[in-house]
């Protein structure tokens, strides 16, 4: 167990519509980051955020966007889905001062 | 453009056996190099990382091997067991002092060791 957690673990939503992903890092941690992967093109960076601030930004659509909060919990927010965006999406701590990042069990996305 | 390649895609090992997986990269600015280990509905556990002010590292049977100079590093799992039967991930980022970037990842081996 990484100390990261996420929520939901499963999402079924259909095209179109707009949903959002939650994730807690692990105590002490500062740096949120959000991953996806799927199949096609496997593990890619979204972005990153550091005490509430968006420190780097990867491969990520203008339909999604994420915020980290107060309390350090971060949500990403994906609109307007597609079909391609079904993945599995993970997100990543840590102190925001050293290299090492610890993946939450991630949420299943399945688009219908 | 791909900027960590990784090979290969799939890999079979007798149980005791070594499994070797290797990595290239493009962007001379990485400094950080992960390895990631992931089990079918997991998420990616870390196992092992390098800075490449140094050539080996080694933490129980992983080994990493990094060559600055080739622009390449490899995982080396000795006496490998049929635990560690998983997929494989090699990254890379740019260590900014205020923290890593994202991570760029490989595609990715499956590794299985057989019994």
């Known amino acids: 167990d990484s100390g990261v957690t996420q929520t939901p673990k499963h999402l079924i939503t259909a095209t179109g519509q707009r949903v959002t992903l939650r994730c807690s890092p692990r105590s002490g941690d500062l740096s949120v980051y959000w991953y996806q992967q799927s199949l096609d093109q496997g593990l890619q960076f979204l972005i990153q955020y550091y005490n509430g601030e968006e420190r780097a930004k990867g491969n990520i659509l203008e339909r999604f966007s994420a915020q980290q909060f107060p309390d350090l919990h971060s949500e990403l927010n994906l609109s307007s889905l597609e079909l391609g965006d079904s993945a599995l999406y993970f997100c990543?701590?840590?102190?925001?001062?050293?290299?090492?990042?610890?993946f939450g069990p991630g949420t299943r996305l399945t688009v219908t | 453009q791909q900027q960590v390649k990784q090979s290969p895609q799939s890999l079979i090992v007798q149980k005791g056996g070594i499994s070797i997986i290797n990595c290239a990269y493009e962007n001379t600015a990485f400094d950080y190099f992960p390895w990631y280990q992931q089990f079918p509905g997991k998420g990616p556990a870390l196992l092992i990382a390098i800075r490449p002010d140094v050539s080996e590292k080694k933490e129980g049977r992983f080994t990493i091997s990094f060559n600055k100079s080739a622009k390449q590093f490899s995982l080396h799992i000795m006496d490998s067991q049929p635990g560690d039967s998983a997929t494989y991930f090699c990254?890379?980022?740019?260590?900014?002092?205020?923290?890593?970037?994202?991570?760029?990842f490989g595609k990715g081996t499956h590794l299985i060791i057989q019994p």
């Open positions: 990543a701590s840590n102190t925001g001062t050293g290299g090492e990042q610890y």
């Open positions: 990254a890379a980022s740019v260590d900014s002092g205020g923290g890593a970037d994202g991570l760029t």
